[in-house]
């Protein structure tokens, strides 16, 4: 019994060693990468010279709004659009953006329902020409489902905001036009 008993103590500490061996190379990664993430936010502030007064860092992404300077510059950890700088005076709109698809089934009454399930939710920024840049705040595949309304609410304080930015920059503009 007791032989057991050791054998089963031995083999719960060799897990939990594992376990707490694994967790502490996750973390070095997340560390890893969000130093990466910080030199290129630093890089683009510094190449543009901007000084954000509004900055916020997530796990995937960093954003910042330089509101003097008129410009929202992010970084993120997706290939497809690794960073941007947008000028705010390019910009006509700012909306919520959400990606997914929309399931409709029919219920034994024959009444049509549908459910939404979205897997990335952002920031349309809706610039002159028609260009269209869609800025990620949530993806299920990089922050997870559970980050998905924590992350939702953040991207619509972001597109608050920048909306706000966008009036101040127009009303300027109508200012040095008049």
């Keep these: 019994m007791l ?19 694994l967790m502490s190379i996750t973390r070095r990664q997340k560390r890893k990468k969000m130093q990466h993430l910080k030199a ?4 683009l502030l510094e190449q543009y010279q901007l000084h954000p007064d509004h900055s916020q860092f997530f796990e995937h992404r960093i954003f910042g709004l330089d509101s003097t300077a ?3 510059v992010f970084v993120q950890d997706d290939e497809a659009l690794p960073q941007a700088v ?3 005076a390019e910009v ?8 997914g698809v929309e399931i409709k089934h029919k219920n034994g009454k024959q009444k049509e329902t549908s459910e939404e399930y979205i897997s990335a939710i952002g920031l ?3 610039r002159k020409g028609g260009i269209i840049t869609n800025v990620p705040v949530y993806t299920e595949v990089l922050d997870g489902i559970l980050e998905k309304i924590p992350l939702h609410n953040i991207a ?6 920048i909306k706000n930015e966008l009036g101040q920059v ?5 200012e040095m036009a008049g």
């Design 86 to 88: 947008i000028h705010l």
């Design 70 to 72: 008129g410009v929202f």
């Design 92 to 99: 006509q709109d700012c909306k919520l953006w959400k990606d």
């Design 156 to 161: 619509e304080q972001w597109q608050l905001r």
């Design 3 to 21: 032989h057991t008993l050791l054998i089963a103590l031995a083999t719960i500490g060799s897990i939990a060693a594992i376990l707490v061996f």
């Design 124 to 126: 349309s920024f809706h």
């Design 40 to 43: 290129e936010f630093h890089a």
């Design 170 to 174: 127009k009303s300027a503009h109508r």
